[in-house]
């Protein structure tokens, strides 16, 4: 039987595909945008006919299907969300206007005052109010409610959202209005933020909520013509869908909370980086056809952080900390009006894609740079399977050699090193804009063009050892074939570490982790698969901003002689991120959350050992390739049929299938015992 995860990317969808007994395979198919579930289907057929089976018995052969979508997060991007209301409080229709501003942007007076969210004219107030004790101060005016939903169907609104204040202590009004808002509008789904996001901040609260009711009719659309695709071409066996949070759930969960599948496939990233590496601190970056993601592991630990954002909003709930620029193979290059050269964040995306790919695109594009640098074989592309055309690369570069007056070869290699320095500048903005010098890191390489800039990129960083895995291309696929069925609970109660309320603690983990075990059993994870993890977001007295401490159970709940563990595990984590600490003062511990995991197996579904490595390791080739100073004649070499242990010495290429590696002078790499290539710096 086989297992698969395929992820779709801005020009391929990969698959990972695993079978007990056999190596991993690596399968893409071109994405097909406005019917992804296409392309889903596309590269199942490619898997298929690669094992001489047709679709529908490959299907039949298929135990589990893992995805990691990018529908919600195309849909933020683009703005094609569905038209959606906010019902608030009297007096406060202004929370996604006000907003909360990002720390690393409050300072830039060059962006303008962005519109809210949900616009006002689609903002209803009613009339009720709840304290923060979760007394009921004001009656909910039923009516109010009403008259809002009459007004939502004026403007054919498609969701809607409810977020009142301390509805996390009190959530009766906000189930009230939703009541009302079912027998007034039948259909509409409606998104209520004690139930979605139960956290003090108000703006955090009812941003997540008003973004997670807009994705709503998208994502169940999607889901819904996923499934159908699947089930109308034979499929029977479990589909589970990436989240934000470094897991997977089934479909009907993720379309109760589409919110938490919005960047849901650079996430599985990480994972990856965890069972490919034993290293403490990893930098983790993936280059597909669009952007290039940044995500990075700490003493082994994903990075969550509750201040994710996306464009001008935040999102409001946690997820695995991942940046993300407009720098792939497909980034148009261009000239600005100032006559300097900008790659990005535009992309030729999979239609018509870069000129290269001869399907109509003429915009200059990183891979058409990399056919003319003779970086990338024209001929080898998808280990043969696309055929690219070195004349329309060419034609395309040439506009831009013409822009800047400089030669055909200049231009590609400046659009080469503008694009590096761009994913440069995503690497400093997790490790050194955080206090954390890259140099002191392991770097883990995926995505299909990647491994055409990481050496140049290892080199300008200062980074000595890093790992190109063997399946590279599709190293988010593979970190959804191992990944868990993961999921997140969250609850409010603010308490400090000199009067701390260990009843109350102990009794919100407990209904955490009920909560958590009902997610699990509802998502097929027997008990014997079930593990929690815990954690709780603090700060010192009268700070702002909350930051996130991982944290141990003994013997199923907190005792006394816990309390100086939490405070110096939130001391420590302090002062790793923001290089203090002040063991002197209040410990203010405000939400807490449990991590439901289930084990579906996926730690046995990683890459067999390859054969030992016999004799020296011989070039198939030579060809010529531009490395800054001129054209040099490199090595070429046949990734795939090096044994464990076979060294190369740069400056050289390495061909896989899927991706193509560029090794420069005073690089070495060794393949381990995977098939994994681990490069170091010469002595």
Known sequence: MFVACIDIGGTFTDLVLHREGADLEIHKSPTTPGRF????IDVLDVAAKAHGMDLRTFLANTEMIVHGTTVSTNALVEGKVAPTGLICNAGHPDILTLRESPRKRAFNIK???????????????????????GNEVEPLCDDDVRAAARHFKACKVEAVAVCLLWSIVNPTHESRVRDILREEMPGVPVTVSHELNPIPREYRRTISTAINASLYPIVSDYVGKLTGALKQAGYT????????????????????????????GPTLAPIAAISLTQAQNVIVVDMGGTTFDVSALRDRHLVVTPEATFGMEMLGIPKIDVRS??????????????GLLRVGPHSASAVPGPACYGRGGTEPTVTDANVVLGIIDPDYFLGGRIRLDRAKAEAAVGRIAKALKISLVEAAYAIYATTNHNMIGAIEDITVNEGIDPRDSYLVSGGGATACHISDMARILGIGSLMIPRFAAGLSAYGGLISDVRWEETGALNT?????????????????????????????????????????QGRYLYQSWDIEVPFEIVDGKLAKGDLARLAAAFHAQHERIYTIKDEADTVEMTTWKVRAIGDTGGAARGGSTIATQRGPVVPKAKRPVYLGKGFRDVPVYDAAAIGAGGKISGPSILEQPTTTILL???????????????IELAG
């Open 111 to 133: 962006i303008d005052f962005p519109p809210p969210y949900i616009h006002r004219s689609r903002t209803c107030e009613v009339r009720g109010r709840i304290d923060s004790m």
């Open 664 to 678: 420069l002078e005073g690089q070495v790499a060794t393949v381990d015992g995977f098939g994994n290539l681990l």
């Open 325 to 338: 620029v407009g720098a792939g193979g497909g980034s148009i290059a261009w000239v600005d009006p100032g």
């Open 496 to 536: 400090t570490d000199r009067h701390f309320d260990l009843a109350g603690v102990n009794r919100l983990l407990a209904s955490l982790r009920k909560r958590g075990a009902a997610f699990l059993r509802r998502s097929g994870i027997k008990a014997g698969d079930q593990r929690f993890e815990f954690a709780f």
């Open 237 to 264: 066996g479990e589909l589970l869908i990436a989240n934000c949070v470094g897991g997977m759930m089934p479909p009907e969960e993720i379309v109760a909370r589409p919110i938490y599948s919005v960047m849901s």
């Open 37 to 40: 579930e296409r392309g889903f």
